[in-house]
Protein backbone atom coordinates (compact mmCIF):
# COMPACT_ATOMS: atom_id res chain seq x y z
CA UNK A 1 0.00 0.00 0.00
CA UNK A 2 1.14 3.37 -1.01
CA UNK A 3 -0.67 4.89 1.93
CA UNK A 4 -1.57 9.01 1.47
CA UNK A 5 0.06 10.10 -1.65
CA UNK A 6 0.26 13.92 -2.69
CA UNK A 7 1.48 15.64 -5.27
CA UNK A 8 3.40 17.93 -6.08
CA UNK A 9 6.36 17.88 -3.27
CA UNK A 10 6.78 21.61 -4.38
CA UNK A 11 5.23 24.49 -6.43
CA UNK A 12 6.24 28.05 -6.74
CA UNK A 13 3.12 29.99 -7.63
CA UNK A 14 2.57 33.98 -8.78
CA UNK A 15 -0.52 35.83 -6.88
CA UNK A 16 -3.50 35.24 -8.65
CA UNK A 17 -2.51 31.92 -10.03
CA UNK A 18 -4.60 29.26 -9.61
CA UNK A 19 -4.02 25.11 -8.95
CA UNK A 20 -4.92 21.78 -7.80
CA UNK A 21 -3.36 20.37 -4.94
CA UNK A 22 -4.03 16.24 -5.34
CA UNK A 23 -4.32 13.84 -2.47
CA UNK A 24 -5.20 10.09 -3.05
CA UNK A 25 -4.99 7.26 -0.33
CA UNK A 26 -5.57 3.52 -0.89
CA UNK A 27 -6.89 2.48 2.55
CA UNK A 28 -10.25 2.60 1.78
CA UNK A 29 -10.40 5.63 4.63
CA UNK A 30 -13.84 7.35 4.59
CA UNK A 31 -12.39 10.77 6.26
CA UNK A 32 -9.86 13.00 4.92
CA UNK A 33 -8.75 16.38 5.49
CA UNK A 34 -6.63 19.17 4.28
CA UNK A 35 -4.34 20.68 6.64
CA UNK A 36 -1.65 23.81 6.26
CA UNK A 37 1.47 24.59 8.64
CA UNK A 38 2.78 26.79 9.30
CA UNK A 39 6.15 27.75 11.65
CA UNK A 40 4.97 28.04 15.77
CA UNK A 41 1.03 27.57 14.50
CA UNK A 42 1.28 23.53 14.51
CA UNK A 43 -1.72 22.03 11.70
CA UNK A 44 -4.45 23.85 10.76
CA UNK A 45 -7.53 22.37 9.31
CA UNK A 46 -8.38 23.88 6.18
CA UNK A 47 -11.24 21.44 4.46
CA UNK A 48 -12.75 17.86 5.60
CA UNK A 49 -14.46 15.02 4.29
CA UNK A 50 -16.37 12.23 6.00
CA UNK A 51 -17.17 10.49 2.49
CA UNK A 52 -17.28 10.76 -1.35
CA UNK A 53 -20.32 13.16 -1.90
CA UNK A 54 -19.56 14.90 1.49
CA UNK A 55 -17.14 17.86 2.06
CA UNK A 56 -17.34 21.15 5.28
CA UNK A 57 -14.71 23.95 6.01
CA UNK A 58 -12.41 23.47 8.88
CA UNK A 59 -10.98 26.26 10.64
CA UNK A 60 -9.25 28.42 7.60
CA UNK A 61 -11.10 27.89 4.85
CA UNK A 62 -11.07 30.89 2.94
CA UNK A 63 -9.54 30.98 -0.60
CA UNK A 64 -9.59 26.82 -1.24
CA UNK A 65 -11.76 24.70 -2.57
CA UNK A 66 -12.31 20.85 -2.25
CA UNK A 67 -14.27 18.07 -3.83
CA UNK A 68 -15.08 14.57 -3.18
CA UNK A 69 -16.26 12.57 -5.68
CA UNK A 70 -14.39 9.21 -4.75
CA UNK A 71 -13.31 7.91 -1.71
CA UNK A 72 -9.64 7.72 -2.83
CA UNK A 73 -9.26 11.14 -4.08
CA UNK A 74 -9.36 14.94 -2.47
CA UNK A 75 -8.30 17.42 -4.61
CA UNK A 76 -7.76 20.70 -3.25
CA UNK A 77 -7.67 23.78 -5.25
CA UNK A 78 -6.54 27.40 -4.42
CA UNK A 79 -8.60 29.89 -6.48
CA UNK A 80 -6.79 32.79 -6.40
CA UNK A 81 -3.03 32.24 -4.76
CA UNK A 82 -1.86 34.86 -2.97
CA UNK A 83 1.21 35.37 -0.63
CA UNK A 84 -0.73 34.51 2.52
CA UNK A 85 -1.22 30.89 0.96
CA UNK A 86 2.76 30.25 1.27
CA UNK A 87 2.83 27.29 3.82
CA UNK A 88 3.10 23.26 3.73
CA UNK A 89 0.00 21.68 2.79
CA UNK A 90 -1.04 18.49 4.06
CA UNK A 91 -3.46 15.84 3.59
CA UNK A 92 -4.31 13.17 5.92
CA UNK A 93 -6.91 10.28 5.72
CA UNK A 94 -8.55 8.46 9.01
CA UNK A 95 -10.97 5.50 9.20
CA UNK A 96 -14.18 5.72 10.60
CA UNK A 97 -15.07 3.85 13.06
CA UNK A 98 -12.39 3.93 15.79
CA UNK A 99 -13.74 6.61 17.54
CA UNK A 100 -10.14 8.21 18.10
CA UNK A 101 -9.63 10.03 14.17
CA UNK A 102 -6.66 8.91 14.62
CA UNK A 103 -4.77 10.71 10.98
CA UNK A 104 -2.59 9.27 8.24
CA UNK A 105 -0.79 11.67 6.79
CA UNK A 106 0.87 12.44 3.22
CA UNK A 107 4.51 13.70 2.62
CA UNK A 108 2.80 17.35 2.46
CA UNK A 109 3.14 19.82 -0.35
CA UNK A 110 5.60 23.09 0.14
CA UNK A 111 4.19 25.68 -1.62
CA UNK A 112 5.28 29.26 -2.54
CA UNK A 113 3.17 32.48 -3.51
CA UNK A 114 5.32 35.26 -5.00
CA UNK B 1 -11.90 28.33 21.19
CA UNK B 2 -10.54 25.30 22.57
CA UNK B 3 -6.81 25.23 22.90
CA UNK B 4 -3.79 22.77 23.47
CA UNK B 5 -0.66 24.52 24.52
CA UNK B 6 2.66 22.29 24.09
CA UNK B 7 5.83 22.82 26.57
CA UNK B 8 7.92 23.73 25.92
CA UNK B 9 8.15 24.90 22.52
CA UNK B 10 11.97 23.67 21.86
CA UNK B 11 14.41 21.90 23.42
CA UNK B 12 17.94 20.93 22.75
CA UNK B 13 19.47 18.67 25.09
CA UNK B 14 22.40 16.06 24.75
CA UNK B 15 22.18 12.10 24.35
CA UNK B 16 21.13 10.24 27.16
CA UNK B 17 19.26 12.61 29.20
CA UNK B 18 15.58 12.52 29.82
CA UNK B 19 13.29 15.10 29.01
CA UNK B 20 9.69 15.51 29.24
CA UNK B 21 7.00 17.49 26.85
CA UNK B 22 3.65 18.56 28.36
CA UNK B 23 0.23 19.32 26.71
CA UNK B 24 -2.42 21.30 28.34
CA UNK B 25 -5.68 22.52 27.42
CA UNK B 26 -8.70 23.63 29.88
CA UNK B 27 -11.04 21.26 27.54
CA UNK B 28 -12.00 17.63 28.18
CA UNK B 29 -10.55 15.31 25.20
CA UNK B 30 -12.58 11.60 24.53
CA UNK B 31 -8.66 10.74 23.16
CA UNK B 32 -5.41 12.58 22.58
CA UNK B 33 -2.77 11.35 20.22
CA UNK B 34 0.79 12.18 19.72
CA UNK B 35 2.73 12.29 16.73
CA UNK B 36 6.20 12.88 15.11
CA UNK B 37 7.49 14.84 12.22
CA UNK B 38 10.76 14.88 10.81
CA UNK B 39 11.63 17.60 8.56
CA UNK B 40 10.28 17.32 4.59
CA UNK B 41 7.55 14.69 5.88
CA UNK B 42 4.17 14.51 7.48
CA UNK B 43 3.35 13.82 11.05
CA UNK B 44 3.29 10.20 12.27
CA UNK B 45 1.14 8.65 14.81
CA UNK B 46 3.05 7.76 18.21
CA UNK B 47 0.61 6.54 20.15
CA UNK B 48 -3.56 7.43 21.26
CA UNK B 49 -4.43 7.77 24.64
CA UNK B 50 -8.42 7.14 25.97
CA UNK B 51 -8.58 6.45 29.62
CA UNK B 52 -7.98 9.51 32.21
CA UNK B 53 -4.38 8.16 33.81
CA UNK B 54 -3.83 5.72 31.28
CA UNK B 55 0.23 5.20 30.34
CA UNK B 56 1.46 3.46 27.45
CA UNK B 57 5.21 2.94 26.74
CA UNK B 58 6.34 2.89 23.02
CA UNK B 59 10.23 1.75 23.86
CA UNK B 60 11.57 4.67 25.56
CA UNK B 61 8.93 7.00 25.30
CA UNK B 62 6.63 7.04 28.10
CA UNK B 63 2.57 8.61 27.25
CA UNK B 64 -0.06 9.65 30.12
CA UNK B 65 -3.21 10.87 29.39
CA UNK B 66 -4.13 13.01 33.21
CA UNK B 67 -7.25 11.61 35.14
CA UNK B 68 -9.21 14.46 34.19
CA UNK B 69 -8.25 13.87 30.21
CA UNK B 70 -7.41 17.62 29.51
CA UNK B 71 -3.61 17.14 29.69
CA UNK B 72 -0.97 14.27 28.35
CA UNK B 73 2.90 13.76 28.78
CA UNK B 74 5.69 12.66 26.77
CA UNK B 75 9.07 11.62 28.46
CA UNK B 76 11.84 10.17 26.66
CA UNK B 77 14.13 8.45 28.49
CA UNK B 78 17.71 8.51 27.42
CA UNK B 79 17.23 10.22 24.80
CA UNK B 80 19.09 9.61 21.67
CA UNK B 81 19.60 11.67 18.55
CA UNK B 82 17.38 9.69 16.36
CA UNK B 83 14.65 11.10 18.85
CA UNK B 84 15.04 14.30 16.58
CA UNK B 85 11.81 15.82 15.76
CA UNK B 86 8.89 18.16 15.85
CA UNK B 87 6.49 16.59 18.83
CA UNK B 88 2.52 17.02 18.09
CA UNK B 89 -0.31 17.00 20.19
CA UNK B 90 -3.45 16.39 18.96
CA UNK B 91 -6.66 15.84 21.32
CA UNK B 92 -9.93 14.45 19.74
CA UNK B 93 -13.66 15.95 21.15
CA UNK B 94 -15.99 13.42 20.39
CA UNK B 95 -18.56 15.94 20.87
CA UNK B 96 -18.40 17.80 17.69
CA UNK B 97 -16.12 15.39 15.99
CA UNK B 98 -12.85 17.91 16.40
CA UNK B 99 -9.54 17.38 16.67
CA UNK B 100 -7.59 20.39 18.80
CA UNK B 101 -3.60 20.57 17.66
CA UNK B 102 -0.72 21.70 19.82
CA UNK B 103 1.28 23.84 18.02
CA UNK B 104 4.31 21.33 18.67
CA UNK B 105 7.41 21.07 20.60
CA UNK B 106 11.00 20.98 18.07
CA UNK B 107 13.30 18.27 19.84
CA UNK B 108 16.69 18.12 18.72
CA UNK B 109 19.31 15.53 20.88
CA UNK B 110 22.96 16.40 20.33
CA UNK B 111 24.96 13.20 19.83
Known amino acids: ?114 | TQLLEQSPQFLSIQEGENLTVYCNSSSVFSSLQWYRQEPGEGPVLLVTVVTGGEVKKLKRLTFQFGDARKDSSLHITAAQPGDTGLYLCAGFMDSNYQLIWGAGTKLIIKP
Open chain 1, 1 to 114: NAGVTQTPKFQVLKTGQSMTLQCAQDMNHEYMSWYRQDPGMGLRLIHYSVGAGITDQGEVPNGYNVSRSTTEDFPLRLLSAAPSQTSVYFCASSPAGTGTYEQYFGPGTRLTVT
